[in-house]
């Protein structure tokens, strides 16, 4: 699944966080007079592991801080924390879910300053939770996307595998090969997401999409839409129609290649395990690169992704002010790191102890270049901290759907998603 949702929050709600919104997160911290129960937002708590994982990790080193979780629909996660915000009934700990919400919960007055919280050396992700200087988040785990790949289906095609020297004309390639060999399986899939292209254009190209000029992605979607054209991925609306899912065309064995965010190892092993997926060998590769600059594994490939991290309800009660922070603490640490990769998590901090455990997770590949793929690369934020993100990235996601569905040529589709940014949010 992915943990990217456009979710729309109106300005009325917004309005209404900024008056619910009170000074309790600014007094003194005092201490507890006893046992703190914190409360923890989270979603699909039976399939997403982590969540009781680290409450139950942080329970017993602090046997006087229980942490309770509060289960949110996924799909409409950030409307609801948010109406639970607004009425004062929202969690002590809010799981940040989207980075391009960040601004919204704090511009309403509900997140709680934690600059103070020292971070681990290494840590990615946590400018992305930083506000005009203020930090108001921490970060726990950092996926990064990476090329999944099917080496049985390589195989029965006669395709050498990525060797991560690959740029996008390699992959193109590969999955016209794989397409001709396998004579019925595809050689590569696609999903649905605007960020599956324009992820990877911004961050390859060193774009900023607040800028309000997209030029830049017409290469990006030219190539992508060959591929659709020739057969080697299937098309966008026949994905759309079908309601095809990126788990079952890879894990049915439906496509030899699948660029995907490292979230899709954890549910790759689990649905291996149960038989949801067929049983087959796959490793992962560095993501394709725009140009032989940062190939092979003495370079580090560029690719995109967004943290998820805790930020502490700005209205929490002052006396778990301070249990509060050592969960968020402790969240971000190297201990909780291990404990996540043991899980099939990507934390957001990596070591090579840390690799070491994630690779010995029963049913992870263990081949050398999945691992340098899965820990080295620069990873840049498909959302920047901004309150113009969200609505900016409505503008480009009807861009992709016009493109991607043939409604629309790439050169227009630019030309109208610049001008609609340029009228309706203005440009930095």
């Known amino acids: 699944m ?38 923890l937002s989270g979603w699909s708590l039976d399939t997403t592991p982590e969540f009781q994982v680290l409450a139950d990790a942080f329970h017993e080193q602090n046997d006087d801080v229980t942490i309770e979780l509060k289960e949110y629909d996924p799909a409409e996660y950030n409307t609801l924390v948010t109406a639970d915000l607004a009425a004062g009934s929202g969690p002590d700990i809010i799981t940040q879910k989207e980075v391009k919400y960040v601004t919204t919960f704090q511009e309403g007055g509900q997140l709680l300053d934690v600059s103070d919280i020292e971070l681990p050396e290494g840590i990615g992700g946590a400018s992305s939770y930083e506000v005009d ?32 020297t690959w740029t996008w004309d390699d992959y193109d390639a590969a999955a ?28 390859q190209t060193g774009a900023d999409i607040l800028d309000g000029d997209y030029g830049y ?12 054209d020739s057969g080697a991925q299937v098309d966008f609306n026949t994905s759309s129609a079908n309601s095809l899912t990126y788990q079952g065309e890879f894990g049915k064995q439906n496509a030899a290649m699948l660029p995907m965010g490292t979230w899709f190892t954890a549910t790759l092993i689990s649905q291996q395990a149960s038989g949801e997926a067929d049983d087959f060998e796959w490793g992962m590769a560095p993501i394709p690169q725009l140009d032989s600059s940062t190939t092979g594994t003495d370079e580090t490939p560029v690719t995109f992704g967004d943290p998820t991290g805790f930020s502490i309800n700005a209205n929490i009660d002052d006396e778990k002010v301070a249990a509060a922070k050592e969960f968020l603490t402790f969240a971000a640490s190297e201990e909780a790191a291990q404990l996540l990769a043991g899980i099939g998590i990507t934390p957001a901090l990596t070591n090579d102890a840390v690799v070491e455990t994630y690779f010995a997770v029963d049913g992870a590949p263990t081949d050398e270049l999945s691992a340098f793929a899965w820990s ?34 790439v050169k227009t ?4 998603a610049e001008d609609r940014v340029a009228n309706e949010v203005g440009t930095d």
């Open 133 to 164: 200087g203020v930090q108001y988040g921490v970060p726990y785990r950092q996926d990064s996307w990476v090329l999944f790949y099917n080496k049985a289906l390589f195989d029965q095609a006669g395709v050498a595998y990525p060797d991560g």
């Open 217 to 228: 992605l017409e290469d990006y979607y030219d190539r992508v839409l060959s591929l659709q």
């Open 176 to 203: 016209a090969d794989l397409t001709a060999g396998l004579g019925g399986a595809k050689g590569s899939y696609m999903h649905r997401w605007q960020s599956v292209v324009q992820g990877f254009a911004n961050a």
């Open 2 to 39: 992915k943990r990217k949702l456009a979710v729309v929050v109106g300005l009325a709600v917004v309005a209404s966080l900024s008056l619910a919104a009170c000074s309790s997160g600014d007094s003194a911290t005092t201490e507890p007079s006893g046992p703190v129960t914190l409360s």
């Open 376 to 409: 080295t690369h620069d990873t840049f934020p498909e959302n920047p901290t901004s309150n113009k993100t969200a609505a900016v990235q409505g503008i480009l996601g009807d861009l992709h759907t016009a493109v991607m569905s043939g409604s629309v040529d």
């Open 413 to 416: 589709a630019i030309a109208e």
